[in-house]
């Protein structure tokens, strides 16, 4: 997948690396967009399980083949989307429980955890700073609020007590919704998590929120403007030149 990576590709590989280039952040977030309107619509039914894991799994793969990884890792990634799409088959198929539930969490926990990782590596290796940077930082957001969310529902149905306060039968839109009200750290109050731990996982997405968007962001769009500013100057330079001589 990376420009000098030895690996022989497979026919499916070099299809995938013909259709899509390196550093296209914009189909990673447009599936992002995808996977938080059908998480937040509200849906129910153990068949929303493998479709939100299926729409995570090629979110992960579409982010690792914008991030140039290596096709061995790609590889591992797609064998690992796979197996959590059957497993996330075969929870509706075996049980409806608490547990089944809380393991569809953890599930997208681990699928979408690797994803920030591998677009921040690349977006650290790219030297141009140009609009597929800054869809790539906006990628980073929007999984950092993403796993935050599946971390809750997980410590909600694996736990022994209810998450929120204020409700004990919260749904995917809910832990969706609280979850990226607390990494903009707007804080509205009408959910508030009811232990240590999920007080202290709030705490935390807050603060990597409100790190990330005065540093990361702010820094890749201040970048990509001064390379503007600096190719225009460039531009008028040669220019003024072509007309002294």
Known sequence: MTEHDSTRPRAIERWIERVL??????LVLLLLLLTY?????GLSGSWV???TVLL???TLLAALRASQVGRHLFRVAALISLLAFLVALASVAVTSSDRATGLFFGLNVLLVAGAPVAIGRALWRRAEVDLHTVLGAICIYVLVGMLFAFL???????GSEPFFVQTTHATTADYLYFSFITLTTVGYGDFTAATGLGRSLASLEAL?????LVTVVATVVSRMAHSRLAG???TAAGGDGSADS
């Open 49 to 51: 399980r493998p479709v």
């Open 232 to 234: 225009r100057q460039q």
């Open 152 to 158: 809750y529902g997980a410590v909600d149905y694996l």
């Open 208 to 212: 990597l929120g409100q790190i990330y």
């Open 56 to 58: 995570q799994g090629l």
């Open 37 to 41: 309107s059908f998480m937040a619509s």
């Open 21 to 26: 280039p390196g550093y296209r952040f914009g």
